[in-house]
């Protein structure tokens, strides 16, 4: 029978095309599933902010009655208001190795965004860049850390042979605690003639204050990042949904916040690498996965910095280096060993730098691809 890309219409298509990972990569050890209620909403079969000013098209292809793949073509209202584009995202892409495939399912993609008015394309993202996003092509050998991609390595060459190229390179750097004997005794000094000469507090998340917390993450890191390649702030409605969901899982004590006269002006924090219990779980919370990542993760000892945040205005003053020294403080307390700094871009020159001179290693790479008008 003849190769057919079709729409998901139906419950039991939504679940196919969830499914399909699990079938694509059984046995693959580095593989980590992903949460099955937050994958639902992020595909849009349940309800999901980030599509109140979006839309998403998911597809299914079948050689016969073999299932081969699966692609979502995704419109980003933001995106395109932010950066004044007509470009249509790709993303949940999985694929057996076969261009047959990965072409129909992109020329579905394709079409479906064009007939929306969309006139180029980036990818993959799932389903934008302040989730999860990017194609893993360095560093298949390791697990990914939470919330971080994984895919096979054919990936890149069916998306170029499609004719996608390189629009930007993401970095995940990796550290070890005993790193920490060769850093220069200056930047501890400099650090703390910072927090002196500007007269700035740096607080502990707490369970009182958590939720709070992170809504002034997210708020920060929304008037922090504009002129960075590809960013577009999150709305409020997701910035609620974001912190609601992180409640379970973020540890307050790897929560800093930056404080000038009792003014939050950066913040930091730090995320447990939950996958080795999410693997376990097979991806489900219900009804005892949120015991074991409750009750195990203390036995969790690496982590995710994700992002250090801090408002322009104070930008200049050095408080990155501040926010670090602290949340580093409390990661050791924990029993933190190692740390992975995610994701990190090709084109933000001054973070990269401050990571390698201090000795960071470079173990994955991931790619975000466009694909512009012929």
């Known amino acids: ?129 302040n989730y999860e996003c990017a194609l893993l092509v360095d560093g298949f050998d390791s697990p990914p850390t939470f919330l971080m991609t994984y895919n096979k390595n054919y990936y890149a060459r069916l998306f170029e042979d499609y004719g996608f190229r390189k629009s930007q390179d993401l970095y995940a750097f990796w550290g070890h605690v005993n790193m920490l004997e060769t850093i220069d005794p200056k930047v501890l000094r400099i650090t703390q003639q910072v927090q002196e000469r500007f007269n700035i507090t740096v607080r502990p998340s707490t369970k009182k204050t958590f939720s709070k917390d992170i809504d002034t993450f997210l708020n920060i890191y929304n008037r922090a990042l504009p002129g960075t390649w590809g960013f577009v702030p999150l709305s409020d409605s997701e910035v609620r949904h974001i912190a609601s969901g992180l409640k379970m899982l973020i540890v307050p004590e790897l929560v800093r916040i930056a404080e000038h006269e009792g003014k939050p002006v950066g913040a930091v924090f730090g995320l447990l690498d939950f996958n080795p219990v999410i693997k376990q779980i097979d991806g489900r919370l219900f009804p005892f996965g949120f015991l074991k990542i409750l009750f195990g993760r203390k036995n969790l000892k690496r982590i995710r910095l994700v992002s250090t945040n801090v408002l322009p205005e104070y930008q200049r003053f050095g408080l990155p280096l501040v926010l670090m020294k602290s949340l580093l403080e409390s990661a050791l307390a924990w029993g933190i060993e190692e740390g992975e700094f995610s994701w990190v871009l090709e084109s933000n020159a001054l973070s990269r730098g401050t990571l390698e001179r201090g000795g960071a290693k470079l173990t994955k790479t991931y790619r975000i691809y466009d694909l512009e008008p012929a």
Do not use: C
């Not at 939504?14 to 992903?34: S, T």
């Not at 992109?106 to 008015?117: P, T, V």
């Open 1 to 129: 029978m003849p190769l057919s890309v079709l729409p998901v219409s139906s419950r039991g298509e939504q679940r196919e095309f969830i499914k399909f990972a699990w079938d694509l990569y059984r046995g693959d050890p580095n593989w980590v599933p992903p949460l099955r209620m937050s994958i639902k909403e992020l595909l849009g079969y349940k309800h999901h902010p980030f599509y109140d000013n979006g839309a998403i098209q998911t597809f299914l292809a079948r050689d016969g009655q073999k299932l081969v793949g699966r692609i979502a073509a995704i419109i980003d209202g933001a995106h395109n208001q932010t950066h004044q584009e007509k470009r249509g995202m790709v993303g949940f892409f999985e694929s057996i190795d076969d261009t047959r495939v990965s072409t129909a399912l992109f020329d579905a993609a394709r079409q479906w965004l064009r007939a929306k008015g969309m006139t180029a394309l980036r990818g993959p993202l799932n389903p934008a860049l």
